[in-house]
């Protein structure tokens, strides 16, 4: 957006005060929309061009009846030339402007957050962190809670990653400009947003178009991205998925692995798995191929579990490795072997992905075909790294580790961050707290196969299967709130889903062959 923002004026010729008004114009009606008609507002606001925005937001709403104060930073400080401006205007139509001098201005119907917005690069100290505390203090201390209102970003949040810069005004709206911001869609920044408004003020399309640094999420459109199922078609136009998980005592993720593929299109399901997980595998779904082996024999005669292993391997079209499978020692050869002979897609999940953290021969084989999908424990066992660097940094992180292996990456947190071995980098914003159990990361292993298996690219797989995953979480939660849905009911929640994308796949065909009979 800064760059957009740059071409927009420098390139294109716009005002930056035309798009300022435009963008106070968007906070204001924000407010008006929310408080009492000459209601109480304070603009608390920062020395540039988003101290400038609420200034301006704050004259607007003057002239149409609100009791409007501005507060400004003391002391010296750089002031950008729209600020000055904004400032000036405000003092000739007779709005209050004062000096903050630490002490507490009263109590509002609605505070305007303009002290920082997308240029924030370092913790907030000092006189700006006090003005951020005071925000909150004003927000807290009206009756019903006065409404925060933040401009372009809520003061104190990065715009790059969604952290929390030492301190942050939590809004209850945000109003940004031109596009969603990554720290908007981001946790803890998207829970700071309170809710989300994205304006339109007026950047020019070219602008949009000469720029090139795009992160990507998908909307409801998208959906008729859903494999197509053409009429003349048997099991096998569909795809095998081979489901290589399950330790004993973890046949549950095997189970949702290869109910998710099913339930998402694969024409035919294997579970590679121990013989302990037979009897409530071909229970729980008698559908799946099952290919039972002992463990003790395929720790001992290791050259025959490497034929059979390529044999299973040779059958597949897909691959879910890892889900429940354990860091025995037949488990550390199927991984390796998996992935040294593999040339279909291989949704690398859980164990497999801690078995290649702690041997080194297997993390070569980790190539394009490829599609890891760790948590970020699992990704800090991986790379070195602590939780917490990798949860400030969650797109540099996916993007580094597909930069450095060729896979693509699903880095799983409330919002996944994925980075493609096509080079796109999509952040997923579907998903719901009901879906923090245990088993709905089998799922979406199993939700990217049966993607694959049915004919979607496989880059493309990695980035819409979490965001599926993500709104059948969310339709399971409307039925059963967010404390019951179990990770069963999460994969059969992808029906709803998937047949919400065919109807609009099948609409969508139909809109265009009328537009061709027209024409």
């Not at 024999?297 to 490497?306: I, K, L, S, V, Y």
């Not at 179990?486 to 065919?502: F, R, T, V, Y």
Request: proline fraction near 4%.
């Amino acid at each position: 957006m800064k760059e957009i923002d740059r071409i927009s004026i420098e390139e294109y010729g716009l005002p930056s005060m035309v798009l300022m008004e435009r963008a106070a114009l968007a906070v204001a009606d924000a407010v008006s929309r929310r408080i009492r008609p000459a209601g109480t507002v304070l603009s608390v606001c920062g020395r540039g061009n988003n101290g400038a925005d609420a200034i301006a937001a704050a004259r607007i709403l003057s002239f149409r009846g609100y009791d409007c104060r501005i507060l400004i930073p003391s002391g010296e400080g750089n002031c950008s030339r729209e600020f000055l401006a904004q400032l000036e205007i405000a003092e000739k139509t007779g709005i209050a402007v004062e000096i903050w001098n630490g002490q507490m201005p009263g109590t509002f119907d609605a505070v305007i957050d303009g002290i920082f917005g997308t240029g924030l690069s370092r913790n907030v100290e000092g006189r700006y962190r006090e003005m951020e505390e005071l925000v909150g203090k004003i927000r807290n201390s009206h009756g019903d809670r006065a409404l925060t209102v933040a401009v372009d970003m809520p003061s104190g949040i990065s715009s790059d990653s969604g952290k929390v810069m030492g301190y942050a005004v939590r809004a209850d709206v945000t109003v940004t400009f031109g596009e969603e911001k990554a720290g908007q869609v981001l946790f803890p920044g998207r829970e700071f947003c309170g809710t989300l408004l994205v304006e339109e003020i007026g950047f020019p399309p070219g602008a949009r178009r000469e720029t090139d640094a795009w992160l990507m999420a998908y909307e409801p459109e998208d959906l008729c991205l859903v494999p197509d199922r053409p009429a003349y078609s048997n099991k096998g136009t569909f795809g095998k998925v081979l489901v290589a998980a399950g330790a004993r005592n973890m046949a549950g993720a095997a189970y949702f692995s290869a109910l998710a593929a099913y339930r998402c299109g694969a024409g035919l399901v294997k579970i590679l798995t121990p013989e302990e997980n037979r009897m409530i595998l071909q229970m729980k779904i008698p559908e799946a191929v099952l290919s039972a082996f002992d463990t003790e024999n395929a720790e001992e005669d290791a050259e025959a579990f490497e034929r059979r292993l390529k044999k299973e391997i040779s059958w597949a079209d897909v691959i879910v490795l890892g889900p429940g499978l354990g860091r025995e020692a037949y488990a550390r050869q199927m991984t390796e072997t998996i992935l040294r002979e593999a040339a279909v897609p291989v949704v690398m999940d859980a164990d497999a992905v801690n078995l290649a953290a702690e041997t080194p021969s297997i993390r070569r084989y980790i190539g394009k075909n490829v599609i890891m999908t760790p948590h970020m424990g699992e990704m800090a066992r991986f790379t070195g790294k602590t939780v917490d660097e990798i949860r400030e940094d969650l797109t540099g992180t996916a993007e580094r580790f597909t930069a450095d292996t060729g896979a693509s990456c699903v880095l799983k947190d409330a919002a996944s961050v994925i980075s493609r071995s096509d080079g796109k980098i999509f952040i997923n914003t579907s998903g719901s707290p009901a879906m923090a159990k245990g088993g709905s990361g089998d799922v979406l292993s199993g939700v990217i196969a049966g993607l694959t298996a049915a004919g979607m690219n496989p880059c493309e797989a990695a980035s819409f299967g979490p965001w599926i995953h993500g709104l059948a979480g969310e339709e399971a939660a409307k039925r059963l709130g967010k404390h019951s849905v179990l990770a069963g009911e999460l994969a059969d929640s992808l029906c709803e889903i998937l047949k919400q994308g065919m109807q609009m796949r099948q609409n969508h065909m139909t809109g265009r062959k009328q537009a061709d009979e027209t024409i």
